[in-house]
């Protein structure tokens, strides 16, 4: 149950991510209530998934997902550098994650 809470506050945090890049470049509130309610329920779901797993292993695996998903997301939709460098890195983030869940899980 706290891998599920993990990957929904990732998820939000993603939310939060595009809604903060969109109000950055146009201050309406739809953009806003996507920025603010994604950060917010993204950190609600953090808090919950600590019931669950090891804060160590819990924060760390949602600043990774996050920092991989928004990386991805300003890839696609606001046409960011895709350079070879830049994805290895991208690839270094998710086998991190990737391999903490799967040690974590083990324990």
């Known amino acids: 149950m706290g891998w599920v809470f993990v990957a929904l506050?990732?998820?939000a945090e993603l939310v939060g991510v595009f809604g903060l890049s969109l109000y950055s470049r146009n201050h309406t509130l739809i953009n806003r209530v996507l920025y603010y309610g994604?950060?917010?329920l993204s950190f609600a779901l953090l808090y919950f998934?600590?019931?669950y797993l090891p804060l160590s292993i819990a924060y760390t695996v949602f600043t990774g997902a996050g920092t991989a998903g928004?990386?991805?997301?300003?890839i696609v939709f606001f046409?960011?550098?895709?350079?070879?460098?830049?994805l290895l890195s991208l690839a270094a983030i998710i086998i991190g994650v990737v391999g903490l869940q799967y040690v974590s899980s083990v324990n």
């Open 38 to 40: 994604g950060i917010f």
């Open 79 to 86: 046409k960011e550098s895709k350079n070879i460098k830049r």
């Open 9 to 11: 506050a990732a998820s």
């Open 70 to 74: 928004a990386v991805l997301l300003n």
């Open 49 to 51: 998934s600590f019931r």
